[in-house]
């Protein structure tokens, strides 16, 4: 079965400043790479996803992640965080083979600091 | 299209009690999940089905069971609930085909067992 870790599970950043979360899987072959929000009391958000073809990604409200298969990592960047990112972010990999099962990370849950 | 729907968006058992958490998708997706979200765990998975007809365990199914006799619902059925069972359950459904792989899902259910 395959893993993913986050590093961090509680990450706090002022107001403007890089929001960097961390994503590394465990896998001999790339799997598709997804990164997921969920603010208080809702369902997970699809923020962005990595399937194939260039290797970083853009997703909604700003974020951005790269795709480093030396590295084994999907991390999940923003240039300048808002109040309104404070949530939960999940990153989960799906096989490329089956596709039909997803493999989530424990979380990383940010704090904006104004 | 309301997406993925959960009800009831609350709900409070008694231990040994039993119930049914429901879930309906609207998109027309082969594939169907149920997770449970503990603080600070993320996501387990319970059970999954590829297509009507067809279910297969998660990591965690003790204490559960599902079918799936349309395309559409994919209820989860507590038996004998217990205080272990108090958690947030999620539904998702995917289709792997068109380019698309992620998981949407429902808002939740929160159940709590006491």
């Known amino acids: 079965a395959q893993s993913v870790t986050q590093l961090g599970s509680h990450v706090s950043v002022s107001e403007g400043a890089l929001v960097l979360l961390r994503c590394n899987y465990s896998?001999?072959?790339?799997?598709?790479l997804f990164w997921y929000v969920q603010y208080p009391n809702q369902g997970l958000q699809l923020l962005l996803k990595?399937?194939?073809?260039?290797?970083l990604v853009k997703g909604i409200n700003g974020f951005e992640a790269e795709f480093k298969k030396s590295e084994t990592s999907f991390h999940l960047t923003k240039p300048s965080a808002h109040m309104s990112d404070a949530a939960e972010y999940f990153c989960?990999?799906?096989?490329?083979?089956?596709?039909?099962?997803?493999?989530f990370g424990t979380g990383t849950s940010l704090t904006v600091i104004p | 299209n309301a997406g993925v729907t959960q009800t009831p968006k609350f709900r409070i058992l008694k231990i040994g009690q039993s119930m049914t958490l429901q879930c309906t998708q609207d998109?027309?997706?082969?594939?169907m999940y149920w997770y449970r979200q503990d603080p600070g765990m993320g996501l387990k998975l319970i059970y999954y089905?590829?297509?009507?007809?067809?279910?297969d365990k998660g990591e965690v199914p003790n204490g559960y069971n599902v079918s799936r006799s349309t395309t559409e619902d994919f209820p989860l059925r507590l038996e004998l609930a217990a205080p272990s069972q108090t958690s947030v359950y999620f539904c998702?459904?995917?289709?792997?085909?068109?380019?698309?792989?992620?998981?949407?899902f429902g808002p939740g259910t929160r159940l709590t067992v006491t």
């Open positions: 998702a459904s995917s289709s792997p085909w068109g380019g698309k792989y992620e998981q949407y």
């Open positions: 896998s001999s072959v790339p799997p598709y």
């Open positions: 990595y399937t194939t073809g260039a290797t």
């Open positions: 989960a990999v799906s096989d490329r083979i089956s596709g039909n099962q997803f493999y």
């Open positions: 998109m027309n997706h082969n594939y």
């Open positions: 089905s590829v297509g009507a007809g067809i279910t």
